[in-house]
């Protein structure tokens, strides 16, 4: 299987910092990766698909890189709104796994 | 307005069955992949599987952890995707959220999630 080792696991913020989130693959996946956001009590969200596509709605502010095996989602400037959990995806390769989650926090 | 919405969801003894649906609407049923994703209280997400669509013959994929006790369905006519689980385990106690795949490839819609408990 392809293990999504994604990093930090939580992180406190301010409201208009630049957030940076990483997501390594044990294999080459390509640009099959995708964030997704969570909040409590709600279903994820589609953010970024194919490595750095914003999906549609989704504002500006995120975005998606792929340096080889290496994934990260920025958020420009954090907003109140993007509290939340994060995880990044990929589907290269059937199991599609999941990284362990990122909480960004209050600070 | 693309929707889902899964139900069937409750409380379940060990070794027990349990059928979850999911709904669809807004969208064009037939022409997506579908999938079932999981999320145990607290922690990740956690893959399932997946059915395809008609032209790819409905064909499945699982998760090794669920292969075998898991079963992935599809009915075209009603717009809906199934998810029969048996031999239930304690383990298997989660919300169950199904998901539509862009593309064959990405998951972008996700239903609100039934939550099933495993438990004497």
């Known amino acids: 299987d392809i293990q999504m080792t994604q990093s930090p696991s939580s992180l406190s913020a301010s409201i208009g910092d630049r957030v940076t989130i990483t997501c390594r693959a044990s294999h080459d996946i390509s640009n099959f990766l995708a964030w997704f956001q969570q909040k409590p009590g709600e279903a994820p969200k589609s953010l970024i698909y194919g490595a750095s596509t914003l999906q549609s709605g989704v504002p500006s502010r995120f975005s998606g890189s792929r340096s080889g095996t290496d994934f990260t989602l920025t958020i420009s400037s954090l907003q109140p709104d993007d509290f939340a959990t994060y995880y990044c995806q990929q589907s290269s390769d059937y199991p599609l796994t999941f990284g362990g989650g990122t909480k960004v926090e209050i600070k | 307005e693309v929707q889902l919405v899964e139900s069937g969801g409750g409380l379940v003894q060990p070794g027990g069955s349990l059928r979850l649906s999911c709904e669809a609407s807004g969208f064009d049923f037939v022409a997506h992949y579908m999938d079932w994703v999981r999320q145990a209280p607290g922690k990740g997400l956690d893959w399932v599987g997946r059915?395809?669509?008609?032209?790819?013959?409905?064909?499945?994929e699982y998760a090794a952890t669920v292969k075998g006790r898991f079963t992935i369905s599809r009915d075209d006519s009603r717009n809906s995707l199934y998810l029969v689980i048996n031999n239930l385990r304690t383990e298997d106690t989660a919300v169950y959220y199904c998901?539509?795949?862009?593309?064959?490839?990405?998951?972008?819609?996700w239903g609100q999630g039934t939550l099933v408990i495993v438990s004497s």
């Open positions: 059915v395809r669509h008609r032209a790819s013959s409905y064909t499945t």
């Open positions: 998901a539509r795949v862009l593309g064959g490839a990405y998951l972008d819609y």
